[in-house]
Structure formats: C-alpha cells, structure tokens
C-alpha cells in the first residue's frame, strides 16, 4: 500500500519533509509522489530504508545525497540525480541529464535510458550502471566504485581518473586524458555479471571493454605537462 | 699606470636575483612554482587608511566602561538557525590535510573559546573540528571530499566556496606528500598521489544554477543552516549581486591576500584584487539590491590586527575572517624554528612550502613527530588570547569614535594616506574632502 | 545567467495558442532569471510591409500621434500598435531604413524589426511582464523567450534579451561570453554596431554579420563554436524557423521536445509541464558544439 504525495496539493517542503521522517523512522512505507511537473530537489536527503516512487519527470538534485532509500523515477530527471549519494538505489526509467551521480559515494544508479555528460563526475564509489548512452566528460575525476555502460560513450571518457572503473560495451568517442584501455580480468567479470543482474540488464559481461587510469598523472612528470 | 676606475656592478631591477633564481628553478624543473600563503607583493592595504577619533565635534567612548558591543548574528535572511557570535571575527577554512589534526582542534578550541565560528576545509569534516568547535561551518566545494548528508546536518552553516582570494578561477595541485593514509581515506584518494583539484564545481556553473543547488542543500538540512557563499576577489560588484541573486545568507569575500594551502605562485601573485579594493563595490552591490545587513558581508584577506577589523567593518563589512594570521597565533613561522627553516632553505616568515608537509612548527604537516609538535590546547589558548586582543583593538577604535556597536563604524570615520587607498577605498585623502573618482570635482 | 525558452509550431491549428503557451514557459523560468523578460514572436507578416518595435521609458508621450507623425515624414502609410512601453509600427518595407533613422532621433529604443518579428522586453518579473504586454493573447507561428539573472550589464530595457541585430533575426543566450569586448571592436571596425554593453547582443552581432557576408544561419551558427569563446548556450530565431547551438564544454543546461504539433526548446524540462501531450513528446539534450535547426 502506497502512500501519495500529489504535488499539485503538496508543497516541495511537505513532499521531502514528509519523505524525509519516514525514512528515519525506519518505517518501511512505500511513497508516490505525482504531478511533479519537472520540479527540483525532489526526494533528496532521505537517510532510511523507504521505496519511492516518482511518477513523471523531475528537476535538478532528485534523489540528492538518498541514504538507503530505493527512489524509482518514472520519467527522466534533470542535472544532478543521485548527486553524492551514499547508499540505496536510484532507478530512472527516462533518461538522465548531466552530472547524474556526481560525487557519488555509494549505492546504486540504475539508468534505464540514457544519460548525458558527466555522468559519474568525481565519483567517489558509487556504482553507476547506465542501459543507454552516455555524454562527454563522463567520470571525469573518478576516484572510485564502477560504471557501466550498454551503449556508446562520448568525447573525453575518463579524463584524469582515479581508481574507478569503467565498463563499456559500445563505441568510445574518445578517452579523455589518462584514461586507456585495460584488460579484462576474472574479478572483473564478475563484478561485471553481478552490476548487470542486479539492474536488469540485458548485456553479457564479456561484450563489454574495460577502461581505467593509467596513472601517468598520479605523481607529476615533465613528460606528461601537455595533460594536465 | 693610472688606474682605471670601474662602473659599480649593477643589478637589474628588472632581472633580479629573486626573479633570476626563479627562472633557474624553472628550467631545473619544468613545472610552475607551488606554494602556500597569500600575495606577497604590496598592495595597497588597511595600513594606509586612519581613523579620525572623536574630539569636539564627536564625542568618545569611555574606553573601560561604556559598552561597546561586538556581537554579529550570521543568515539572518533565510536560514532557521542564524549564528550568533561574540565577536565579528571568523576562523577561515582551512582543510584537514592541509592542516594536520592537531592544528584544527587547536582551531576549534581557540575559537570557541573566543565565542566564534571555524570552518572545515578541503578534505571533509573531522571528529577533532567537530568536537572542538561549538560553532562550525562546513565548507561545499567542487571536490566535495568526504561530503556526506549526517556532517553537513552537523554543520552549523555551509560554505559554498565559489573561489578564493588566492586563485580566483583557479583549481590547483597539491603534491603527494601529504596524502597520508588517513587524509587519502577521507578524500577517496589513493595514498601519495598528487591531487589535482577542478576549478568549478561538479554539478552546477553560474548563479542560475547555484540558485537550484542551494534549495537542495537547504531541503536536505530542513532550512535551518545559513548558507555562504565564498567567492575571491575578481568582480566584487558583480560576484557578490549575483551570490545574493543565487540565495546566499552571507557572501565572504576573500582578497588576494588570502592563503591558501596550495597553488601557483603565479595565481597568488597575479589574479584577483587586493582586499581594500573589494570592500566598497560588495557594500555597494547589498546597498544597491536592499540587502545589506540583511545578507551579512564577511571579508577576509590579510586580516591581522584590530585596526584591520574595524577599518574592515567601518567599509561596510559585517564581520571578518582569519586564516594566515590564526596559523602564525597558533606557531605558524615562528623564531624559533629558525635553524630548521634554514635546512629547508627558508627563513623565519618566508616558509611558505606548506604543501610539502614538512612544516617545523607542525601545523601545516601530516608527519606524525612534526606533529607531535603542536599541543592543541595551548595553541588554542594563544588563538584565544589573539582573538582576545583584535576584538580589544577593534572596540578601542570603536569606542574613540564614539560607537557603541562596532558596526556602527562607517566610511565617513576613515580617512586614506595615499590617493591610492583613497580611491578603493572611496575614502578622502588626509586633510581633503577628496578622493580620485569622486564626483562633483 | 539566464532561462530560455522557445516554441515552434508544426501545424497551423495551434497558432492562436502560441502566446498563452509560450507565456507559462517563460513564467517557469522565473527562478533562472527575475531582473527582466523579453520575447520575440514571429506572428502575420504583410506582403510589402516591414514591423519596428520599439520602446520607450515615457510611452504616452513619445507613442502620441507618432503613427500620423511618421507617415507624414515617410510620405506613406504607418499603421501602429501600443502596448504597455512598446509600440510596433507597420509601414512599406522600402521605407524602413529612413523610419529607424527618424524614430531613434524621436529618442525611441529600437528592440527589433521585420516582417513578422516583433520583440517585447522589459525589466521585471517574467509574469509582469507577460502580462504588461499581453503575451498571452498573441498568436503567431513560433516565438523565443528569455528570463535574465543579470551577470555584468546593466538590469535595463535594453540589456534584455531577445536582441535584434538584423530583420527577422533574434538571439537569446544563457551563459557569459569571454571574448565579446574584443569581438564588438572586431565587429565595429566591419561597421556592425551595437546598442548595448551585454555580451548577448555581441553573439547575435556576429550572427547578423556572418549572414550579412554571405553564410547560411547553420553556417553562422557553426562559426560561434570558433569565434566566440566563453560559456552558452543560443537560441536564435528567423523568419521560417529556429536553431540551437551549445558551446563545446556545454555546461549550461538545454533540453528539447518535439511532436508531431512543435518542437520545443528550454533550459529546464520544468518549461515544458504544461505543453500538450507532452508524456508523448520525444524529449532530448543537444549535443555540444552541434548546430540544431528547425525550418519551416
């Protein structure tokens, strides 16, 4: 049994001030929050293990910094999606704008669609698994966790990467600077294998390349200026 | 013979043997010079602005006896929970990693003693600020280490850093040396490796977004922290319109005189305004949109003695921040560190390799037996007794102009020693009703 | 720093609506942009005839009799409609360049001209605005809006968008240019004026001017993405239709929709709530440094 916000009646503030005691009252409920008309900052902030579901499209910051909480979008969301969160799943039916799980820490973004430039900027652990395509400057900075791509990516993938990793199946644009191709490996695969079944992807592990720092700009080196 | 007398051997003022050693290094390394601190160069500052003190036409304070009040409350536009402080006098942000443990407990502690704020830094918030801070601001910045929703809950205010007085439009790298286990853990970063920081932030560009952020931010900690907006010293007039445009409660501004921990020389030397030039268009842009004293001015940059505060705030500003002058309270550059400073092939009051992390005074290190160095709670003690006397200071010339509120100093209370500080300062000239730029002349 | 909005209608059903539709986009936008609002709608033209809107601080005064007054100058005949501070003046296209001459010596700011083009701006709310003018009522075939949060010019009539530097052509920007002082002294030395101190108008300059030698719109289009330096994202608008272009970084946001009725262009998807059908509309992101054009 859910519960509905319908935000034609409901204000942003009752909306997230509502979502946001239920998820710390550990209270298990179910949310639909309707009529959202592409409105900003919805759903953010949740630190509990709530369902939600959006039915629409949304704004900027939809799910922003979600703790534990399952956030299901129906539509597409704006910029920033999911930025920094730390734990719970976010999945967009619709496609993603730019920045979707910017500086995230944790958990998983599920992108049924596609997602724009920089997705995964200056990720921080978060597991980003995307069924369509994504823009330039995708995990430009990223520092840590995955993200998995079905479709092509664009220009500049991985510029200046740390340690995360990249998986795409489809063409690569471009690789931004010290971002190579690397080798596949077994524990590769399977964290490959468990990314895809956990988001129903239609994708087999070995189709896809994978893609990580060559850490030539990890300590400065004369040779490599032009990079940086 | 008759002897040939030789032209004395001259050095080029140009081509000095500063900027000659500089070029050396250069073509030694191939990479810019990194440093920490603030411009270095001279720059019209607050030394070349006076008080005029009451005598006939005013009439002064009794220095011991008559109040003069020093406190300022921060947010006051939106936020649930303004800030109040005792004294208009903020500890400016400062990352751990940058600083070690102990050098931001010390902080903590010789502010809240003080009655004032601190701010995190660059690398997250630690149990030690934390701890020790009644009041702390949290500083929102593009690299968002270790940003999380439970600290910015346990933040008093956040600090959208746009930019900083040192490298407006700067991002920067900062050398491995300092990426211990512990800073490389809060930052998600492998140990030892050089950090390169962007410049703008990850999910917005511009005040039209920023506006959107900030909702964000204000919808996850329930609107009760003040939101800053920190921006340096490039276009005052238009930085600051525009931060309040965006939302802010309160826009720092930060001269280029302001450290920072690491960047190139050539930013801090050569980008930004110097803080006496920021004031005037700040103030001018909050007067012009209806918002000043309602969207508190916080100015920092340079910021040493009690006559900086109150020239500060008879510009308009509603309080200031310290960062390199807290460090030197807290042992920064001292004496008696000398010999050591030597081996690092510096001196007492030019060490400015912060980012190196061997810093003898153990504040700007991660080195556990540098350190070990700094006893958090008698430097904090000394933080206190400095913040003690700047507000002392700052009330003294208060009170000699006859205020009873240190924010009831005003422009018409200076005058300038020099046209230049005249004319940023849009102050007359001593002994005129003058200053460059001003109509009706 | 600014919001945009744009509607370009397929089928001639709906151009009755335009105004109304246009009207809740550009209201939308208000958090993106409160200093000030304009619109440029493409509505009738009249064969042989050219429009000119302009503007004025002291409408009742400066738009008396001026309809008569400008007849009798041109020796032809000058149709005019006032709203709220603006007027657009219809008369014999042959006699547009002399009309512009004689209404900027009247001391009255021209926002644009063409022969179905007609800006409206002013500083204020979007709602206000709109409803100043009356967008709501008008009818036309596609039309731009723009909502400004000022960055370095002036909050004035005249630092609104859309701007107007050739007949029929418009720009909206959201972004700031980095090199437009330099490229108006570069387009001045060509003798391509400008009217105001906003980086936007220099964008649409450079438009006007690559037009004006010779280029294609897509062509002028493509030139932005080398001769203009900084952050945007455009809009502009012709006669038969509208174009978009992002910059290569393209951090500002963009989004469109298109059905079998219009294509649709703003800066958030927010704009777009109260378009018809919009659940079945094909809604997408340009591309960076990617020239996108509508023609009808």
Known sequence: MSITLDMAQVELREVNTTLQAAAKAQANEAYTITNTRGSHAIACGLDGPLEVTVQGSTGYYCAGMNKEAAITVTGSTGPGVAENMMSGVVTI??????????????GLLNIKGNASSRCGISMKGIDIVVHGNIGHMSAFMAQKGNLVVLGDAGDALGDSLYEARLFVRGDVKSLGADCIEKEMRPEHIELLADLLAKTGADAKPEEFKRYGSARKLYNFNIDHADEY | MDHTPNTMPRQSWTFSNETNSEIRRAAATGIYDIRGGGA????????DLLFLGASMSRYPLEGYREKCETSVTLGTRFAKKPIELKIPITIAGMSFGSLSGPAKEALGRGATMAGTSTTTGDGGMTEEERGHSEKLVYQYLPSRYGMNPDDLRRADAIEIVVGQGAKPGGGGMLLGQKITERVAGMRDLPEGIDQRSACRHPDWTGPDDLEI????????????????IKVGGARPYYDVALAVKAGADVVVLDGMQGGTAATQDVFIEHVGQPT????????????????????????????????????????????????????VALGDNDPKWEAEYQKLGSTTG???????????????????DLMARLDPEIAGRKLRNYLNVLTLECQTLARACGKSHVHNLEPEDLCALTMEAAAMAQVPLAGTNWYPGKPGF | MCGIVGLFLKKDE???????????????MTDRGPDSAGIAIYGDEVSGRVKISVQSDTPKMAFADLDNDLSADLDAPVTMKILDTHAVLSLPAEAEEKAISLL????????????????????????????????????????????????????????????STADDQCLVHNGSLSNHNQMRRVLAQKGVMTRSENDTEVGAAYISSRIADGASLGEALEGTLDDLDGFFTFVTGTKNG???VRDPIACKPAVMAETDDYVAFASEYRAFADLPDIDGARVWEPEPATVYFWER
Request: proline share 4%.
């Open chain 3, 14 to 28: 709906l151009r009755p609506k335009l105004g109304g539709l246009l009207t809740d986009m550009l209201i939308t």
């Open chain 3, 104 to 163: 900027e010596e009247k001391g009255l700011r021209i926002m644009g001209s063409g022969a179905s083009m007609e800006i409206y701006k002013e500083v204020g709310l979007p709602k206000d605005v709109a409803a100043r003018f009356g967008l709501r009522d008008m009818g036309g075939s596609h039309g731009i809006g723009h909502t400004r949060m000022a960055t370095e010019s002036a909050v004035t009539t005249m630092g609104a968008h859309p701007f």
């Open chain 2, 276 to 327: 006496l030039a920021c004031i005037r268009p700040a103030v001018q842009a909050l007067q012009d949109l209806g918002m000043h004293r309602k969207v508190q001015l916080i100015i920092s940059g340079g910021i040493r003695t009690g006559a900086d505060v109150a020239k500060a705030l008879a510009l308009g500003a509603d309080a200031v921040s310290v960062g390199t002058a807290a460090l």
């Open chain 1, 93 to 106: 039916e619709g496609d993603a704008s730019q920045y979707a799980g910017a500086t995230g820490h944790g």
């Open chain 2, 213 to 228: 952020k900030i909702l964000e931010l204000r919808e996850i900690t329930n609107w009760e922290k003040p939101i800053y």
């Open chain 3, 242 to 244: 509208f174009g978009v």
């Open chain 2, 40 to 47: 270095k160069r001279r720059v019209p500052h607050f030394d």
């Open chain 2, 350 to 368: 030019a060490y400015d390799d912060w980012h190196e992390g061997q810093d003898p005074a153990g504040i700007t290190t991660q080195d556990p």
